[in-house]
């Protein structure tokens, strides 16, 4: 069996696996880490189990935990957070006229 998880005591499991490959999906964990244990029965005698093999990737870009990570990498996240203060600045009159929205910026 495969437990991922949250936290290093295993109290927030997030995915169980157990079972032939047919009954894994991809897995997108909302974290910046998790941690796995793995446990294997040897059924019928065998010496050994199976194992299992996973690849974890970064998906970037998707959310901001820290502002350090915005100068490494891009972010919707981000930009959308911007973008919200500025129309939020410009309408509270705060920022000149055309600082947000000018004559050189044209819809595609």
């Not at 970037?60 to 930009?79: D, H, I, M």
């Not at 500025?86 to 000018?102: E, I």
Request: aromatic content about 12%; proline content about 6%; hydrophobic content about 45%.
């Amino acid at each position: 069996m495969l437990l991922i998880a949250l936290d290093k005591d295993f109290a927030r499991v997030v995915a169980r696996c157990s079972g032939g490959p047919s009954r894994f999906r991809p897995l997108l964990i909302h974290a910046d880490r998790f941690f796995f244990r793995f446990s294997s029965q040897p059924q019928g005698g065998a010496e050994s189990g199976w194992g299992y093999r996973f690849t974890a990737l970064p998906l970037l870009g998707l959310q901001w935990l820290r502002e350090t990570q915005v100068l490494g990498e891009p972010s919707l996240e981000w930009a959308c957070w911007l973008l919200d203060l500025l129309l939020a600045h410009a309408a509270a009159g705060l920022l000149p006229r055309g600082a947000v929205h000018n004559s050189r910026v044209r819809a595609s």
